[in-house]
């Protein structure tokens, strides 16, 4: 009798250097999770919709995405942190909190993780705590990294990375 083991799962990274560029990784994330496969996508850097883990949105039934539960806009924190970017800061680790725990359970098919780069540049995930986390990810699980300054030792560990350098 022969096994066969189990394949690993991929790590894509799609980079540039503007935001908001990605929609193909979400339109594909929805018609794998239609075709059967569970999602999660986690936007660390998209504020605005005061979601959370406790209101991610679930579609198809098997894809779950979420935002930080924070109204305002997220961008670059200052060294001296204001009680509004302490309240971004707890909300973004929030959602990176779930993200982890999920991708350390390996119930995920495909994981997106969307600016997680800029989350980790701009002061609002520790870069090795995310590296360590990826490093450690369960079973085929395959993994997307999307947005910009994706730090390299991420791009070291990707199976492909695809760089845009213009806005389409």
Known sequence: MYL?????GQIYVYTAPFRGSFSG???KALRIAGLGSYVLISQFLKGGVNQGVERSLLLCGRLEWMRPSFTGYLDELSFKLSEREILATKAVQEVWNYTKEQLLKGGLDQLVLD???LAISWGYLDKQEVLTAVKSRAGRMDIIL???LVPIEL???ADRVKQSSRKS
């Open 4 to 8: 066969l083991n189990k394949s690993e």
């Open 25 to 27: 990784v979400y339109s």
């Open 146 to 148: 999307t947005g910009p």
């Open 155 to 157: 791009m070291a560990m």
């Open 115 to 117: 600016e997680l780069g």
